[in-house]
């Protein structure tokens, strides 16, 4: 994708950074060349998925007692997950849902730092439907959880119906029910797609700014283009910073909408 912005950077025509970015053509080399089906972001998300069973397979094949230092990596990540989300969250029930809340935070974290790697440098999360799906999975899980828990009618009655005054309660619980059955999935899969479709653009920005900028006219404007790259290099670390927060905070709000489910009083 690099390599398109220089070319395009270095020529007269003008060239903003725009949405089309992240519609990559397809990579494969017959059918359409618009086909979305199988592009980068497409072959990327494989991938992801790839490196994290055999990583974990091959990590946890021969467990020794004291761990190597990909058996301690591999470790560390579950118990954190495990004790830092799921328990500290849910309680000790929270144990359970440990291996999806690590398979989800390893996931996102590995896809999101897909932005900052070069030859990748995007991240499939810059693509709504990527968190939208894991926002699905997340939906239907917490909600599956309160039903098995409480009993179907128990958990929409305890979702939807606060303790408050009769009168106020046909205002509430259209609140509660936008609050918990709407707004909860749309949160959580705009607020991964925003960070990383913006910070895509930003570094876009920087990058391609500089070599327009060497490209100018004026010698007097060529050298600020370092700048440009500074600022690039520095919101690079940024990026990553950003890309495992965001991956904490998404297994952190599904936790939370789980503890929700299994709570007694909502």
């Known amino acids: 994708m690099f390599g398109q912005t220089v070319a395009l950077a270095g020529s007269d025509l003008p060239w903003p950074p725009s949405v089309e970015d992240f519609y990559l053509p397809s990579i494969l080399p017959w059918g359409e060349h618009n086909n979305y089906w199988i592009t980068k972001i497409t072959l990327m998300v494989w991938l992801a998925v790839g490196v994290l069973i055999v990583y974990f397979l091959v990590s946890y094949r021969n467990p020794q007692l004291v761990p190597t230092k990909k058996q301690w990596i591999a470790e560390s990540i579950y118990g954190f997950v495990r004790n830092n989300v799921a328990v500290d969250m849910i309680g000790h029930r929270g144990v359970a849902f440990a291996p999806y809340f690590t398979t989800l935070f390893s996931f996102i974290l590995l896809t999101n730092l897909f932005g900052i790697i070069p030859f990748l440098q995007i991240s499939p999360s810059s693509h709504i439907a ?18 098995r828990h409480h009993g179907f009618w128990k958990f929409f009655k305890h979702s939807l119906f606060p303790p ?103």
């Open 130 to 147: 990527f968190p939208a799906f894991m926002a699905v999975i997340s939906y239907v899980m917490f909600i599956w959880v309160g039903i």
């Open 164 to 266: 408050a005054p009769w009168f106020i309660l046909p205002i509430l619980v259209l609140i509660e029910f936008a609050s918990t059955f709407i707004f909860r999935p749309l949160t959580l899969a705009l607020r991964l797609f925003a960070n990383m479709f913006a910070g895509h653009i930003i570094l876009l920005v920087f990058t391609v700014g500089g070599f327009v900028l060497l490209n100018a006219q004026s010698i007097f404007i060529k050298p600020t283009s370092i700048i440009s790259w500074v600022m690039a290099i520095a919101l690079t670390f940024l990026e990553a910073l950003i890309a495992v927060l965001q991956a904490y905070v998404f297994v952190v709000l599904t936790a939370s909408y789980v503890q929700g489910a299994l709570a007694d009083e909502h």
